[in-house]
Each structure stands twice: as C-alpha cells, then as structure tokens.
C-alpha cells in the first residue's frame, strides 16, 4: 500500500518517461553522430546511467514538494487520488523531498568529478532550488509556473547536450558533427518546450475549481476560459506548422517512414486535440485532452527511433 501511494507520489509514469527521453536521445542521435566522427562522447556506460537517475531523482522529489504544498488544492481537484497526509505522512513527505534532492545534486558533483562534464552538480542544485520556488510560489503567478515547467521538461533533453559541451567545442573536429547535434538537440527542445506549454494551460483549465478557491493566478483565473483556449490554439497552430515544415526537410532525406510516422502519429493527432479542445467544457474534458497530448509527447520522443535507424 505504501509503495503504491509513494510511486503515485511521485509520478512513477512521468519519470519513466523523462528516463526514456535521455536514454533515446544519447542512443539514437548523440552517439550515432559522435562515434560517426570518431568523437569519444563524455557521458555513457555507467555515467549515462548516473545521469539519468539523477534527473529521475531530482524530478520526482519536484513532484513530491509539490503535492505537500498542494495537498488542500489537490482535495478539491482530485480528492481520489491524494496520497500526502492520507497515505503518507507530511513528515515523510518532506523526508523523500530532501533525500531524493541531496542524492540527484551529489551525482551531478560525481558526474563533475569523474568525467569531463562541467558544472552539472551546480545545475541540479539550480533545478532542485527552481522547482521548490515553483511549489511554494511561482506556480500561482500567471504564466510563470508553466514556462518553468515547461523549460525544466525540455531541459531533460538539453542536459544531455550540455554534457557533451567538451566535446561540441573542441577546435580539432568543431563543424564535423557539431552542426547536426545542435540542430536536432533544439528541434526536440522545442517541441518538448511547445507541447509542454499547452499542456500546463490545459492542466490549468482542468484544475480552474480548486485554483480559484486557493488564490492561484492562472491563465483561466486571470484571462478567463475562452481566451485561455485561443492561447493555447495558437500555439497548437505554431507547433503543428513547426512540424510540418520539419516534414518537408525529412522528406529531401528521403526518410520516408519517419515523414509517415510524424504525419499519423503527431500531426494528425495535434489535429485532433486542436478541435476537442474548442468543443471542451468540463473538467473531464481538459483531462481527457492533457491525456491525450501526453500520448503525442511520448509519440514525439520515440520518432527518435528514425535517427538511429537512418543515420547507420
């Protein structure tokens, strides 16, 4: 029952996936890429698997301080599932938050420490202290609280980037394989930062009872529902031509399968939640909606699969 609740507590799902998203990217473009060009990556081996645990760590503790400060919000949005003080003590709660911090920041030192990666102890500590300030504060400001989540949810992919900083800036080989890991690095950052910006707004419409009540300033509260839904329609409209202008260099690659896989799986569904989305009415539509735009997140990161395949 307890490790249930702490795995609900947590978001086990979400951080299989923000796992899944680093371990896609360093296999199936970063490396690809890099030993193409006869570039020794920093991060792999066991070091991948250190990095990928200590942003699986450092997320979940950002989950965990969330609901203890979100526990008289959560009652009302979703009394079902509420874990803190119901299942799992607050004194616990807390415990789990600096645990899951102290041990996510000490790999990213070790990491500092043991390779040639810079700074990324001191990057942990930065996201750690940035996803406090969200749970205690940011998250009621208009806007605020979503871009954060949002740049915090592209930076999984980034991070890995960063890491190989060393790498991508060594004067011998510079422009041999550079160009392609930055542009592919920021395509994907792009998309995960867009994507994630609509789903926190559709997040926010879902949960617009308990916010109200507890003075949280989102965009439904400050802007009302119909204006909320035209921000996130247009930026629906600027993903969806993102994408397809994407498609069309995919096309000159003659990457043929991976065009049809973007068209059906992304962008047909990118459709699709565009016109729930002017229909939607209650709580259970945003939620079926933000559902949904999950399904193409993970869509999007598994296209990755393509790079592996296309450029052996």
């Not at 992919?157 to 690095?185: A, H, P």
Request: with cysteine; hydrophobic share 55%.
């Amino acid at each position: 029952m307890k490790l249930k609740a702490f795995l609900r507590l947590v978001r086990w799902p979400n951080l299989l996936f923000f796992a899944l998203t680093q371990i896609l990217f360093v296999y199936c473009i970063i490396h690809p890429i890099m030993f193409a060009s006869g570039a020794v990556p920093n991060i792999k081996g066991v070091y991948l698997v250190l990095l990928v645990v200590s942003y699986v760590l450092i997320y979940a503790e950002g989950y965990v301080i969330n609901d203890y400060f979100d526990l008289n919000i959560d009652q009302i949005n979703k009394p079902d599932k509420v874990v803190v003080e119901k299942i799992i003590s607050r004194r616990w709660v807390i415990f789990w938050h600096v645990f899951l911090s102290v041990v996510g920041i000490a790999i990213g030192f070790y990491i500092d420490w043991k390779t040639d990666v810079q700074f990324l102890g001191l990057l942990n500590t930065g996201i750690v202290g940035l996803l406090f300030l969200y749970s205690i504060s940011l998250k009621k400001k208009l806007l605020v609280g979503n871009i954060l989540v949002s740049i915090l949810t592209a930076w999984a992919i980034l991070v890995v980037t960063f890491c190989e900083t060393s790498n991508l800036l060594n004067l011998d080989i510079i422009g041999s394989y550079t160009q392609k890991i930055t542009r592919i690095s920021f395509l994907y950052t792009a998309f995960a930062f867009v994507i994630s910006i609509v789903r926190e707004v559709v997040k926010d419409m879902e949960d617009i009872d308990g916010d109200r009540r507890y003075g949280c300033n989102t965009m439904p509260i400050a802007w009302g529902v119909q204006s909320t839904k035209v921000f996130v329609s247009v930026w629906l409209v600027v993903l969806i031509a993102m994408l397809l202008v994407v498609q069309f260099y995919v096309l000159i690659l003659n990457w043929w399968w991976s065009a049809a896989y973007s068209f059906l799986l992304i962008i047909v569904p990118l459709l699709y939640i565009f016109k729930l989305l002017l229909k939607a009415k209650t709580s259970k539509d945003y939620h079926h909606l933000s559902s949904l735009i999950k399904m193409v997140m993970f869509a999007g990161i598994l296209s990755m699969l393509f790079f592996r395949i296309y450029l052996q």
